[in-house]
């Protein structure tokens, strides 16, 4: 069976300090990956997706960066963290027109 | 543009009755259709997806979907307190690897 990691679980960052999160998925093979936050009390935004290594598509202009080094791992990274960019962030991954599986996620405090 | 809209609740029902929870959507090619529950602090977990229209059960959750009326809702019968948590109504167009959540409905089952 499917499962997918996200860590660490919780992170609290001082603004302007770099970030990274990953993500790993096991069981599967060339998932589609995203990458989510969610603020307190909002919906999910989608951030970044790809569909494959080195293939990365952003939705929202930010500070914010992804990478995939390889084919089940997704990184999401900052150079300079901005209060804003405190929330909930989620990995997810998909086959093509299926279901999204949501990892645990990694809760951000930038202060 | 992709819309999803739900009710952002609260919907408040008595442990023991059906809760219903409604989700329209505006893209007429959306073809997937998928519900989620999230408990608060947690990440979303997958109820149930539907393709066809009609009414698709599993256990105490129905799904029915009306693709004329461009709606989806979630039945949930006998509510437990452990019901009690946000619901997202989640879309994909036909094409697309890409979905459209709505913001979520939240559910509070009293004993």
């Known amino acids: 069976s499917q499962t997918i990691h996200q860590w660490p679980a919780t992170l609290v960052q001082p603004v302007g300090s770099p970030l990274s999160l990953e993500c790993t998925v096991e069981g599967t093979s060339n998932p589609n990956l995203y990458w989510y936050r969610q603020a307190a009390g909002r919906g999910l935004q989608l951030l970044f997706y790809s569909v494959g290594i080195g293939q990365i598509s952003s939705e929202v202009p930010q500070n914010l960066s992804a990478s995939r080094p390889q084919d089940r791992q997704f990184i999401l990274s900052s150079k300079k963290l901005l209060l804003s960019d405190s929330g909930f962030y989620l990995c997810a991954w998909s086959t093509y027109q299926e279901t999204q599986y949501f990892g645990p996620g990694t809760r951000l405090l930038v202060l | 543009q992709k819309e999803v809209e739900q009710n952002s609740g609260p919907l408040s029902v008595p442990e023991g009755a059906i809760a219903s929870l409604n989700c329209t959507y505006s893209?007429?090619?959306?073809?997937?259709f998928f519900w989620y529950r999230q408990y608060s602090g947690k990440s979303p977990e997958l109820i149930m997806f539907?393709?066809?229209?009609g009414d698709k059960e599993d256990g105490r959750f129905t799904a029915q979907l009306n693709k004329a009326s461009q709606y989806v809702s979630l039945l949930i019968r006998d509510s437990q307190p452990s019901d009690s948590a946000t619901y997202l109504c989640a879309v994909i167009v036909g094409g697309s690897y890409i979905p459209t959540f709505g913001r979520g409905t939240s559910l509070i089952v009293h004993p």
């Open positions: 893209d007429r090619g959306s073809q997937s």
């Open positions: 539907i393709y066809s229209n």
